[in-house]
């Protein structure tokens, strides 16, 4: 019974956090949003939301090395299967300099976290992601949405200028027939969200026990897999269809989104203690990320069907690795 509820807590999140996504995205496109922005704030959070109330139902009740396994999973997972997987299916082309600018960034964002993780362990010996570290991330985070935002704002005015009849028109809401199930799709969301992050909190933690194996693995192994889903079919559908783009960036986005609003937030709540093997996570996860870097400087921007056969790979022997040393 407890597989069978930690994976009804898996799937409660990710209908939730669908859910939120498409409740959101309806209203803001009845008050007349732009459809670029809406994807930039309202999706983007809403595919990680599932990750952030995990970590914080985590935080709250004292379940901060599942928080953490969670995050470093999802990471690795996205990094390691996500990208593999896509590149299996169609070899994956990137050209954007945006995205190249936020691969940059996310390996600077990945060091910064392992500063943070090896400095505490050498001055207090107590490795921990602390509220001050969280404040410093969330301030991180707040610069990259702003800039983020203010490139989007920028490419949209750039063809034209629109004369201000059709600004009016731009902007005028598409109405408030069926806003109702809108909300009701946002607060199922929502209730989805909380219900399925305590039911994945409670078992995944049970599992561990049963398993005598620590919750950071159960993390690691379970749940960041399972509230990673939103990433890989987006990202196989995005390959599919040949937007190398969207593929890459949700990849990133989500990585970024993990590391500077959900492990902040979580740590807010109450500071994470780094458990064991964590730090190998971390480091772990800022491989890969400079592996990408190499491949598509060395593969003329390009990461092929054997160049994905070997991140996914990589990613399961790891994998089994720290589940064989736990």
């Not at 019974?1 to 409660?12: C, D, E, K, N, Y």
């Not at 990259?144 to 935002?149: A, G, P």
């Not at 890969?288 to 994905?308: D, E, H, S, W």
Request: net charge negative.
């Amino acid at each position: 019974m407890t597989v069978a509820f930690l994976s009804l807590g898996i799937l409660l999140l990710l209908a939730g956090g669908a859910g939120l996504v498409s409740g959101a995205t309806r209203l803001a496109d009845r008050w007349g949003l732009s459809p670029a922005l809406v994807g930039l704030t309202v999706v983007a959070f809403g595919t990680s939301a599932p990750e952030l109330v995990v970590n914080v139902i985590g935080a709250l009740q004292d379940q901060t090395s599942l928080a953490f396994g969670n995050v470093a999973g999802s990471n690795l997972a996205n990094l390691g299967l996500v990208l593999g997987f896509a590149a299996l299916i169609s070899p994956v082309n990137l050209q954007s300099q945006l995205i190249r600018r936020e691969l940059a960034l996310l390996m600077l964002v990945t060091s910064m976290l392992a500063v943070m993780v090896i400095d505490l362990a050498l001055s207090e010996g107590d490795a921990r992601i602390s509220r001050s570290d969280g404040l410093i991330l969330l301030l991180m985070f707040s610069t990259v949405i702003y800039i983020s935002v203010g490139d989007l704002l920028r490419s949209l005015q750039d063809p034209m200028v629109l004369r201000a009849e059709d600004l009016e028109v731009a902007m005028a809401p598409a109405g408030t027939a069926g806003a109702g199930r809108d909300w009701m799709l946002i607060l199922g969301g929502v209730v989805g969200l909380l219900a399925g992050g305590q039911l994945t909190i409670d078992y995944g933690a049970q599992l561990a026990t049963m398993l005598g194996v620590p919750p950071v693995i159960i993390g690691l192994l379970v749940v960041a897999l399972g509230t990673s889903m939103p990433e890989l079919v987006t990202s196989i559908i995005a390959a599919i269809r040949g937007e190398a783009d969207l593929c890459v960036g949700n990849v990133i986005g989500s990585n970024l989104f993990n590391i500077l609003f959900v492990l902040p937030i979580s740590a807010l709540v109450r500071p994470l203690p780094i458990p064991s093997g964590g730090l190998m996570d971390v480091l772990f996860s800022l491989l890969l990320a400079v592996a990408i870097v190499i491949v598509f400087l060395t593969g003329r921007a390009r990461m092929g069907r054997a160049t994905g056969t070997a991140f996914i790979l990589v990613y399961l022997a790891y994998m089994t690795y720290r589940l064989l040393s736990a």
